[in-house]
């Protein structure tokens, strides 16, 4: 089985597509949630693991939501060509590159259905 389409597609491709539809990305609500984490993220008090326990209360198809969005932005994080990289971000692209490596390499094991 298959990662969704979504999923299959380079960070490059996506980017690509967004800029062919002309599309300002400021004003989607993909944009405006990024940047509302980005705010939760930069507080001292944020705590993932109180993060991730909140994750079982998402509606079941959610979670799958949620999987395909933590897939992409593995996959872009892990592209060097889409964002500069230094000391800031060096170990999270470091890590992303690997995590992608896996991805590809169980791409046929990974199935991620629309229920």
């Keep these: 089985m298959k990662l969704t389409s979504t999923i299959n597609r380079s960070p490059g ?12 990305i400021n004003e989607s609500r993909e944009y405006k949630a990024a940047k509302e984490l980005e705010r939760v993220l ?13 994750i079982p209360s ?6 799958q939501n949620f999987m395909r969005l933590i ?13 500069f ?3 800031r971000n060096k170990g999270s692209h470091e890590a992303a590159v690997i995590l992608a490596k896996a991805l590809e390499e169980h791409k046929d094991e990974i199935y991620l259905p629309f229920i």
């Design 85 to 87: 990289i230094d000391l």
């Design 42 to 54: 930069n507080d001292y008090s944020f705590n993932p693991d109180r993060f991730t326990a909140a």
């Design 13 to 24: 491709f996506l980017m690509n597509n967004l800029n062919k539809m002309n599309m300002n």
């Design 58 to 63: 998402f509606h079941k198809t959610l979670e």
């Design 71 to 83: 897939i992409a932005c593995i996959k872009f994080m892990a592209d060097d060509s889409n964002r």
